[in-house]
Every structure is written in structure tokens, then in C-alpha cells.
């Protein structure tokens, strides 16, 4: 895959901060983190969309789902172009935008596979240490204390009960006017829970030294007052 980068380059300084958000799906983790990045003016990468758009790519050319080093090829040979959009995280895969297709049910259980393919974790990981090293920047995903930016200056862990992740995300379905019965969103949450723990590599864990957050409780505005103290009580670094 060739070099990419959010369409909106933002003013460079060596002292913005680097936050790293990883936690299980339904947690907020997107609408915390892009939220966040605009108040401090930083650049909000969603790492699950770089996922979900090879899923939609591998889809489109009925590529074989277990077979990591096939998509590790096909991974390596296209670009991909991602850009904040007015709450819209738009992402292009060789020019074709593919935004309206990376949450749809048959994305969301393809990426679960195309996830666990350690030669795709590595193409995208490297993409994503790059745009982190220019520091300023709101990066969200499973693996982004772990493995991306272990040594970014602010870490969360933003979780919530599974069940309340199931809720927020059948109301997001019925939304889209997608018929599903919460029963079925509820084992779907936890087949992909169970997926983001038991890969070899880059599974979802709580690093020491990240901050864990209980979204269940909270609304979207707390939840970023509460990252955004975190990243007041860096003394060494600003945050504008
Ligand atoms: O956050 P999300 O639901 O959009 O993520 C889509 C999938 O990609 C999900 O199966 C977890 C996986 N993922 C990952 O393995 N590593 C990341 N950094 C981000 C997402």
C-alpha cells in the first residue's frame, strides 16, 4: 500500500500531543476521538476504517477472507486516502471512495477476518506510526497503545458494558432502516469482542499506563472533558 495521509494536513508543532484511544467496538471510541481532535485542532485518524476499507476491497473482488497472505498482497498494492470531513471520516481506496460501504453488516464481518491477518496489520501499522510521528494527532483503534504509539503522551482505554454497546449500535442500524433484532447486534458485539481478544497479534489489551474510561454512564461530552484534563496534566506539552 502506498503512503496515505488525511486530506487536511494540519500546521506542524513538536510539542502537540500524540492520544492514543484503543477499547472494544460501541464504546464511542469514534465520536470521542474525532470530537476531541477538533477541539484541540489535531488530526483524528480512524484505524478501523483503514480495516473495514480493505474489507470492502477484498469483497468487491471475492478475494479468499482466510488467507493472510493473499491480503497482505492485495494490501500492499492499493492506496489508500482518508480524510475528516465534517463528521464524516471519508476514505478512499484507489481514488473510489468506499465511505458509504465500510459499517454495512456483510463489511462488518469480513473486517473481523481481514483483521486477523498479521501481514495486513503490518502494512497498516506502518501507515499509521508514520502519520503519528508528526505528532497532533487523535488516533483510535485496538492496537494504538500496544503496538502503533506505545509511547504516546496520552493513553485511554474507553470501554463501556457490552450490552449498552450493543444498544448504541442497533440504534445506529434501525437508523440506517436496517432490520435486526437486538438479540442478534448483542452476540454479533460479542463474537467481535471475542475476535479483538484472541488474535496473536495486535489483540485488544489495556496497557499500563492507559487511563481506562467507563463510557456506560457518561454522555460524549464528558468523555472528552475527561481526555481532554488528561491531556491538560501534560505539563511539558500544549495542546493548541
Ligand atoms: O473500530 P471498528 O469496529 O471500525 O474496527 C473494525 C475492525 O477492525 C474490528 O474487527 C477491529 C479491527 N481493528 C483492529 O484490529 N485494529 C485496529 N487498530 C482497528 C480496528
Redesign the pocket.
Known sequence: MEHSQPCKSKPASAKKLRIAI?GP??AG??TVARKVAGILGYTYL???????AL?VLALDRNMPLDDPQTLGEMASSVHIDMCEDNGLFRVWVDGQEVTHR??TLET?RA??L???AQPV?RI??DI?REIANRGGVVM?????TS??MPDAEVKVFLTADVAERARRRWDELRKKGVTISFDEVLSEMEA?DA??LE?DW???VKVDGAVMIDSSQMNVDEVCRAIIGLCEAKPTCSTS
Open positions: 484503543d467496538a460501541g471510541k469514534s480512524d484505524t478501523g476504517a483503514m480495516y473495514r474489507a465500510l459499517r462488518d473486517v473481523k481481514i483483521s486477523m496489520r497498516l501499522v499509521q483510535e483503534g485496538r492496537d494504538i503496538v502503533v467481535r475476535k479483538d488474535r495486535g489483540k485488544l
